[in-house]
Structure formats: C-alpha cells, structure tokens
C-alpha cells in the first residue's frame, strides 16, 4: 500500500504510529521498511502513507488501539546508564532502573533527547512520540540547562562570549548562556543552558575552552526542573500541567502556534521538596532568592 492509494487528509502513518506511543517515528519507518506493519491485509510500504485514524492498522500482528493521552516524566537519571532500550556492550540501560520507578500503569515510555553513559541529572520520558519529537528539535526553542563541575583557567569574560555561539572542528553551536557559579582555585562549577542539544555539546564547548570537566548533570529541560528529585526515582507531571504545556510549544511549521517565551520567563514546574535542600555541590551563589518558605506543592504543579 502506498501514500497515493490513501485519503489525502490525516496525517502519516509513520506520525500516528509514534503518537500513539508504538515507538519514536524513526523507529516506527524501520518498522514499515521490515515489513511489520499492516493496514488490513495489506503490508505498509512507505511511511508517507496517510491515514485519519488507525483503525486496521497492526503492528507485528497485533492490533493499535487508539494513542492515549500524552503523559510526562522526570526521571533523575544517575551515572553510569546508557539511554536506550538495549546496549550491544551489554552495558545497564535507563530502563534497567525504570522497572521499579515507573508506576505500574505507565506503559511503553521513550526518552527526550538523551544523556551520555557519564551525565547525570533531569531526563524526560513520555508516551507520545509526537511529543517526544517536536520537544527534541532545536527549533521549538526549550532551553537545557546543566551544572558542570570542571577543572583549568576560564574567567566569565570568556563564557559571556558564548552567548554569540561558537564553532568547533567545524561545527557551529548556537548561543549558549553559561555562568560561573562558584569558583575554589582552578575548580569551578559552572552552569551552562542550551537550546540545540547538539551531540555531547556541553562538554565539547567546555574542553574547547580548556576545561576538563569532571561531573555533568542536567538540572532542567523547558520549565521542568530536577530540583530534590531522589537519583533513580521518577515523578510524574499533573495531566492538567501536561495539557497546558503542549499547548504553550512552539511546534515547528504550525504558524497559530504560540510563541516560545524565553528561557528566563518560563514558569517552572517543580516537584515537591521533601525537606531541606540537601548540597550536592556548590553553595548557592549570593543574592539568589532564598527559597519559597510555605507548604510543599505536589508534583508537578508550577511555581505562582
């Protein structure tokens, strides 16, 4: 079956498969090039197939049912974990430590976007590869933000000056906003927020500058933030907090999308403190606002 033999309405199949959470969409169009998904009888040849629903439609002989509502999750993703489903080294996968932090009901969840084996801190999961997709392109504009621990010479002069971007071995990396946060001798931690995601870009444009660095945690994706989030565990986002963010995005090529706010105006969605904010590196840099004295909120519910 091909793209001209279908209705001209609808969406591709390729993009219903991966919303309805079957796998990512460049999964999905391997699945349709092994000959794995069907509409009918009728094995899918090309993903460009368009399609207004996916009744019929069968994936390894088992039947879609219709996508369910987009969920999201922080997951504090500790060191020394592959982010994918399997690793040919044999090396322990995210999903090695999701079998018990994910609820029961959570279903089939992929990553946004990824962390190296080394990195640490905030990654998120969905079900929707929808999702999934537009949150990872750095054209949707969701700002990534990290604390680097690193060791060499660098002042502030010189991390300012990669708000103008900067190319390495012939890669151009877009602004990036770094700051230092404290500084002991040759040590600094220093934290870093990107917009690209480029591959290990934090850390290429750090070496570039001299540094080693030696610890690298991912503290917020968009308005989600890592906070007191146990390493290992994972917390849910509110439904109403998910609906309402997938309707702030900025999804590519639709021009009634609303537009990208900037990083600095974001609302955060925090999670709950569960008590005193334990140091898990340097002290919290003088003239920062002390934190929100009150009640916990619940998961997922944003900062007033």
Known sequence: ???????????RIAKLLARAGIASRREVERMIADGRVKIGDEVVTTPNTVLTSLKGVTVDGKAVKAPDAARLFLFHKPAGLITAERDPAGRPTIYTALRNALPANAGRVMPIGRLDFNTEGLLLLTNDGGLKRTMELPSTGLPRTYRARTFGDVTQDQLEELIEGIEIEGIRYGPINANMERSTGRNQWIEVTITEGKNREVRRVLEHLG??????????????????????????????????FVKSLKVPGEADAAPARPAHEQARMRIRR????????????????????????KPGTPRK
């Not at 968009?222 to 986002?237: A, H, M, N, S, Y």
């Not at 569960?274 to 909120?297: E, H, L, Q, T």
């Open 211 to 244: 540094l080693e660095v030696s610890r690298l945690i991912r503290t917020a994706y968009g308005p989600f933030e890592l906070l007191d989030l146990p390493r290992g565990q994972v917390v849910e986002i509110r439904q109403v907090e998910v609906e309402r």
């Open 274 to 297: 569960d008590g005193p904010r334990k140091p898990s590196g340097p002290k919290p840099v003088a003239g920062k606002p002390a934190a929100r004295k009150g009640p916990p909120r």
């Open 1 to 11: 079956m091909t793209g001209s033999e279908t209705p001209r309405t609808g969406d």
